[in-house]
């Protein structure tokens, strides 16, 4: 990337700036004037959507090229909202440590799986609400033993030790429902499963598993295995696994060089799917939902893909509120773990202080139902140490109001469940 003179720098932090004052007030002010109704209760249901890497700046450029100006989200329509912090024990954290912080409530190092600092287990929110007989589930777009959904259901010092996080989910945490990608964990070297090893698209990719045939011993233990669409949407046991790709669900690569965001099922259809099947459960369930691609995207600088992503998380936040629209006892929130990218939203000129390479300016985008365009534009390709914005919506939804730590998820998560901690 090009460096950058003093001038260059000083116009990207007026920009920067911008952008972080008006996306704050944006989702500080945005419904002030719609009356903020406490649902009288405990949340019998809890969806928690984690959009992975998607800062306050994400969710406007998905606004905007999908919504348009005068358009919202259903992901930005709720009542409450709040700012959240998201430092690990180190300034800026990786998706391990801020997951664990909203699942276990404490602060740790990265590559931590829901352990403190002395590498000693901590109880997740899922892990509670089992304890209180609800149903649980993990849905993402990643593998279902990557970072976030790991964080929830499983306890290791190292977020690389995947096969292991699959083990506990199954046989220590025994999350009900666990749907997205990743097979080539659960699966030892040299036994493919219904992912060929080695695909085109990605030749890296093949089983690796360390603890045996996991979808064998998920069988034994009562799950129904599912590989695609049509085995998904028949499905009616209580206890589901589907996995769906070798490891994510898409592929990233740096943009024009082959990445593609199109899930064999689509995040929106697992999300139902998992409603459905959760909802079974009289006492109620907890579940978490992870768009991974908005993070992967934003590594890759592809503002593009990102917006198909963010996308289709809108959608599946559709199927929650519809379903909570029908159970008012059910709590909706809409999170991220950390931002992603430094992602700015600009004006179409002929300036670009990011320069060449794969940070410089992506677009022009067009501003849905107008003739209004964007441009967007990076900083870097890693995590910044931004506050990220959360929405909520339904029975305890007030409890996630103002500006917190990220380990403030745990606790409201917990309260709103009616759960001492």
């Known amino acids: 990337m090009r460096k950058m003179n003093k001038r260059g720098k000083f116009n990207m932090a007026l920009s920067l700036a911008a952008v972080a004052t008006f996306t704050f007030s944006y989702f500080t002010d945005a419904h002030?004037?719609?009356?903020?109704?406490?649902?009288?209760?405990?949340?019998?249901?809890?969806?928690?959507?984690v959009g992975d890497g998607m800062g306050a700046a994400h969710r406007n450029a998905i606004r905007l090229a999908t919504v348009g100006q005068k358009g919202e989200l259903a992901m930005n329509d709720m009542p409450y909202t709040g700012m959240v912090h998201t430092s690990s024990t180190s300034t800026v954290t990786d998706s391990a440590a801020a997951a664990t912080a909203m699942a276990a409530g404490v602060k740790t190092y990265n590559g931590a799986i829901s352990i403190n600092t002395s590498k000693k287990p901590v109880k997740t929110v899922l892990e509670s609400a089992k304890e209180q007989g609800k149903s649980t589930g993990l849905v993402t777009t990643s593998q279902v033993t990557d970072a976030t959904p790991g964080a929830f259901g499983a306890h290791v010092n190292d977020r690389k030790s995947q096969s292991d996080i699959a083990k506990q989910y199954i046989e220590n945490s025994k999350v009900d429902v666990?749907?997205?990608g990743g097979e080539d964990y659960w699966y030892p070297k040299g036994q493919a499963g219904a992912y060929q090893d080695h695909p085109p698209e990605d030749p890296t990719e093949a089983s690796k598993g360390t603890q045996g045939n996991l979808v064998n011993k998920a069988k034994k233990l009562g799950y129904s295995y599912v590989t695609n669409a049509k085995e998904l949407k028949k499905a009616n046991n209580q206890k589901l696994l589907g996995l769906f790709a070798n490891e994510e669900m898409f592929q990233q690569r740096p943009e024009g060089q082959g990445d593609i965001y199109d899930p064999v099922v689509s995040l929106p259809d697992m999300?139902?799917?998992?409603?459905d099947t959760l909802?079974?459960?009289?006492?109620?369930f907890f579940l978490m939902v992870e768009q991974e691609a908005t993070d992967e995207m934003s590594h890759v600088n592809n503002a593009k893909q990102m917006i198909k992503a963010g996308d289709q998380l809108d959608k599946a936040v559709k199927e929650a509120k519809a379903f909570a629209k029908k159970h008012p006892d059910t709590l909706v929130l809409v999170a991220a773990d950390h931002e992603t990218g430094g992602l700015a939203i600009e004006d179409t000129d002929n300036k670009d202080e990011s320069g060449d390479g794969i940070s410089k300016e992506d677009g022009p985008f067009n501003v849905a139902h107008s003739k209004n365009q964007f441009m967007i534009d990076w900083t870097r390709t890693e995590h910044t140490a931004d506050d990220v914005p959360l929405t909520a919506m339904g029975s305890g939804a007030q409890l996630f109001s103002g500006t917190y730590e990220n380990t403030h998820i745990h606790d409201a998560l917990l309260k709103a469940m009616g759960i001492k901690s």
């Open 32 to 49: 002030a004037k719609e009356p903020q109704k406490e649902v009288p209760g405990k949340a019998k249901n809890v969806i928690l959507f």
């Open 178 to 180: 666990i749907l997205g």
């Open 271 to 275: 999300t139902k799917k998992a409603i």
């Open 279 to 284: 909802s079974k459960n009289k006492k109620g």
